[in-house]
């Protein structure tokens, strides 16, 4: 294992956490007001355009895609110290680097395995960050931790497919610079366990595409980030062309899609942990009861050195990970991406959790990042696979050693 | 100890039973809707107040308060399951039946220590369910699990008292119809530790009296609950009757008010693990993956036992805790309340994410009442106490039979 | 639930306490170092002998055993607290008042289901404390937490029974004093899933049994309570009489025993988890660090006030089933009786895992009972079925409830 | 961070683990009947004697010590690997390659702090395997987690020094060849908080060395170890040349001692969890309930997962550790040497607790080494400085960047 880093990966972490300190972090009010001005708004606010604009001016744009030669070129590992810097302000960071999921997952699908025509209509614009777009796996009336039960419907007719069925959860969706979904569908309901479903690019205008409604995250609208949208695709028509990938790969492309999306989601969730230690020590120092800071109190001190411990290994996990989907490939690196899809939000909501208690009431509410991270946190031990179907994937890979 | 209940005692389980399953859960799909279009009311929606005229018919109502002539004359022992009921549906059964906080502890502290003008003014119309209240203790500034932080001001003037500071958290303040808050402020505060505040009865209508904004939990305003207001009183001038009990004995009353508040949290606590519980078991019937329902894996399975297995002991401790208070009172049962306070929101806690994980994503969103009571739940470890203020009550209480 | 005690009850627990205090307690010096001049032999030492014969003084005496005429016809409930008081001292007490494990079941299987001549020759004599017993029920060679794994045979021969197997973990066997064993064993390989064994009485001294050796429990040979055996049964052949209940109702007969039998081993472990947490609190009231007491470290404050907390919702349970036991039967109490047997062996090891750390190395070794009772516990959590099964069990029920 | 390793610690690795399978593995039988034939003696059994010959011969000796000329000269990154592999049978490989506690500590002052002479009589010998040695610190009579709280004794009176004390946990005093006891003794009562201690070279057989007994861990003797011995040091008079280091230095000796001594522990607990795991997943493949193999459970599966992704995180904090410690020395490295510490048992620990129920009765007994495994994890929670004084440290640590 060698986590040394590159010159030009060490010059970028740099690059990235003076942009942390200069830019984003004393933007966080300015963001905070501006939602407050603009309630009904389903967009990040101006702040964030700017942010963007500085970001890209200091070469800090699309770091997240590896591939030529639409990205920055990036290892894992050179990328995993640069995204847990964005995890720090997760509302902020990875936008105006132009690093956010779902966006960033889109265009990895569309930079592996989009033909000319399709990254020239949507890789470029995302590229640009001028477009965001959703992805639509995801269905309401069935448990999706069990890919094959995914039940919208694709069908050939002609020149076209017809895609029929609802998605929930296309984060991004209600914004309305949000132009394509891709979706994921059932296009051959007999074929072998993974060979079933395609994936195609659906234009948000396409007819028969109606958004219903946005889920909250335990009461977060997540409006800044384009919300989590509910839709219907009814008897939606789009060009054959419009397949991404082969005919029944969906189940291949979302593997493609998920490894690097997941250890994306690790890498900031560090950064979040240690964002919520920071608050921690920060806010005991400060306060009193019964005499002394609240951090020379033998139970805070345990959950502060709890924190520091579970955040370095968790950070361990996912750098080594990375380095061995560099080194070895995605399939190779298996284990460890369910591994630290489990420990890496394990390890944040544990963090978030004692900083909360740390915090008080504060904690809880809007005065402090930390109950909204807390959500956040807890939502990715569902998101991209449970914690349970990651945990019995580690096993079987396990057990298989001895089988 | 004997946790059998009187006749009237299983009648009224019985008629509160039926109550919630007659007309309180059918209502909590129109309570919803009702919501959903008076977004930016801060009072509960029509179909409570249909709520409360049924509960009051069926003879369900201030049936929280001990004390006569005012209340039912329950013992805690009995009042302990019928919480437990109205916990399941937290957001409509508790204000239907007039059991809802912080109004039954104000109703409490007005009962035991109001002189008959302030009962008649503001003891009647709370139990009428008229009005609301609230109680202005925790202050933004200073890290109140203290309580000897609290910082603001009250000043004899003549026939007047001056209160001077900022409090927040006062719930239920966002309601129009919260007529008046019980203020903690300092009175003396070179006094004997316990003897430094007084409590005083403020009307919300009065000049300098001025509410600033409403803090959320997690993401949730609570609304329908009257928020959680964060006030600013300035220089504001009440009648010196208006203190309530006498001078300087804020900290005995902020006691008398707790015991009580802090175990009908934790009734209810227990009747929202329950409900988790209940949609637990249901959801992972009805959902299948891999072939089998949820329900069938081990992992889930072990779930469902270990909540059945904590609710069970955090009921038991919960009913022995009332009975200590009905034969040996609050300050005998002392331990026990600590105990049970940090019990009851983490055993609520743990089931309910449990629940949530058991539901994926439809338990961090609306579609389920999940996430909302899991803030509810995690906000009572440091709501009244946070858990390791009481642990350290435990602790000393242990360790004092051994000095 | 009333947990009330009758007079008697109340009367018996008191007796109990002041024997501990005036005979046991003091007597675990004298048992400490007769153990340790007669290190070789598998019974308990002299002192025990002398409790004994004052236990049956005092009328404490078969307490454990509800079954008129043989025993003192206690309810469940009643022999809680004192079972719960053996356990303080469990290498002394239980065996003092002829409550110890496995006579116990031993003696209540031999109650309800023994004929005549096999509860004279038998019973008797463990009533009166002259012989011992031990039950042949784990096998080595399977997973006996399947108990349809139990591959032992039984085979009729004329008038004779054919016993062919091998068990181990039959405690109490290597005590010269044991002169029977209850074997369970398969009978009919082919019939119904729960009546395809029967049980039945071997004496120790018949040919063809033979003692391998003694497993030891994390290194204790628990060598005063007479080890824990492991027996082959070469064709040991005897009379058709010494079969327990009918034919081929093994199963059945090792629910009734089990039942009672867990319930006991939980009571003691309160007791266990009680001697703990006075150990911890003493020690750590007596010890310095850093210039005060470490009973004044917040962090040890939060163990005390823990192990106070589970123990008390432990107790609690326990007691929610005995009187459920005794109200509705054992198999209305199954749910409870699976809860609990998960509880009380997890809260004692809890509490005694603090206390060793609180102790520090004397936790570990011989100067404190700490780690024997840990090993004791650890052990309760895979001895009579272990957790995840009782797990299941509970969850089964309680899914039940929705099918 | 770079854990990549040099040519040379690549090979090394490699030929411990050859030595592992063909030596080691096969030898733990042979070991254990031994240990069965010769149950009175306080020393390693014979097998031991031939695995250091064969070690010695593959050029596997005293790899653990770093400063020239005495050993290996390999980096404590280099060494981690291999001392994993002896950590995985515990009882022999480390002392087959001449790499076990106490000696090893003890070897390392000698080698760092040692005068020629001082090198001659006791290094010498230690290096070659032919005598052990043992480590006098902690005491019976105070809490040695504060090492201000050692007493006994050590007086200049002319050319000698006088010890007057009582210790106990010497390690390895008990086994007949053990020839020298390094003392920590209190030599200046007023002297600066770090500067009141020395340390002195101790012969075994110098009059007025008193070993009394030796305690066990969890009912197990540790005889081939050498035990773990209690000896009073009476008036127990040495050469002033005895003291090792200067004068009133014990305390950066100890310290020096205890860094490297911390994660070689560290190291090996590592090992001890890959072996349980290992053992784990053996297990429950090849055993059946309820008509499959228990490694086909869900709650089994979550097990050897959590098991997986526990140990990965904690071999890497201990690389990260030991590459910090040959980077920025043991100081720079000190916040990571107490997380690694409060990590490795911890991790060890819950890891061979869920092998031992996996095992069901065999774990608890010695038909596994799993709680043997356990105690020896167990008890690092407490050796070397118990985890809350660790925690601690590392919380002090971290505020200390805020202060």
Redesign the interface.
């Known amino acids: 294992?060698?986590?040394?880093f590159s010159d030009r990966g060490r010059e970028l972490v740099q690059r990235a956490d003076d942009f942390m300190r200069e830019c984003v972090y004393p933007a966080e009010a300015t963001f905070a007001a501006q939602v407050a001005e603009r309630p009904d708004e389903w967009d990040s606010p101006p702040v964030v355009a700017d942010l963007k604009k500085e970001a890209r001016a200091r070469g800090l744009w699309n770091l997240f895609l590896p591939h030529a030669p639409w990205g920055a070129g990036l290892t894992n590992l050179e990328y995993a110290p640069i995204a847990e810097l964005t995890g720090r302000s997760p509302y902020l960071a990875p936008e105006a680097m132009n690093c956010a999921a779902p966006d960033t997952g889109n265009m990895e699908l569309l930079a592996m395995f989009g033909a000319a025509e399709q990254q020239d209509r949507w890789l470029r614009p995302l590229l640009e960050g001028e477009i965001r777009s959703c992805f639509s796996m995801?269905e309401?009336d069935?448990?999706?931790?069990?890919a094959?039960?995914i039940a919208t419907r694709i069908e050939r007719d002609g020149d076209d497919y017809v895609v029929t069925g609802r998605k929930?959860?296309s984060s991004g969706a209600m914004n309305p610079r949000c132009r394509v979904s891709i979706v994921m569908a059932l296009s051959d309901p007999d074929g072998p366990r993974h060979r079933r479903h395609s994936m195609i690019l659906v234009p948000m205008d396409a007819p028969g595409v109606r958004v219903v409604r946005s889920?909250?995250?335990?009461?977060?609208?997540d409006r800044t980030h384009g919300g989590?949208a509910e839709i219907v695709f009814d008897q939606v028509r789009v060009s054959a062309a419009n397949l991404l990938g082969g005919e029944h790969e969906g189940f291949a492309l979302a593997q493609a899609r998920l490894g690097p999306g997941r250890i994306h989601h690790c890498m900031r969730l560090i950064g979040m942990a240690e964002r919520a230690?920071?608050l921690m020590?920060?806010r005991t120092?400060a306060?009193?009861?019964?005499g002394r800071a609240?951090?020379e109190?033998?139970?805070?001190?345990?959950w502060?050195?709890?924190s520091?411990?579970r955040i370095?290994?968790?950070r361990?996990?996912t750098?080594?990970t990375a380095w061995l989907m560099d080194t070895v490939g995605n399939k190779g690196a298996a284990?460890?991406i369910a591994?630290i899809k489990?420990?890496a939000p394990e390890t944040a909501r544990w963090v978030i959790d004692r900083a909360?208690?740390a915090y008080?009431?504060?904690?809880?509410?809007?005065?402090s990042p930390l109950?909204?991270l807390?959500?956040h946190a807890?939502?990715l031990?569902?998101?991209d696979g449970?914690?349970?179907v990651?945990?019995?994937?580690?096993?079987?890979q396990?057990?298989a050693?001895?089988?």
Request: proline residues 2%; contains cysteine.
């Open positions: 294992m060698d986590f040394a995801t309401p069935v448990a999706s931790s069990d094959n039960n929930w959860w889920t909250s995250v335990f009461g977060y609208s989590h230690l920071d020590c920060q120092l306060r009193q009861t019964f609240i951090a109190q033998g139970v805070v001190q345990e502060i050195a709890e520091r411990i370095e290994q968790a361990l996990l750098l080594k284990m460890e591994a489990v420990v909360i208690q008080g009431a504060a904690g809880v509410c809007q005065d109950a909204n807390y959500a807890r939502t031990q569902i998101a449970p914690d349970e990651h945990r019995r994937s580690v096993a079987r396990e057990l050693r001895w089988r």
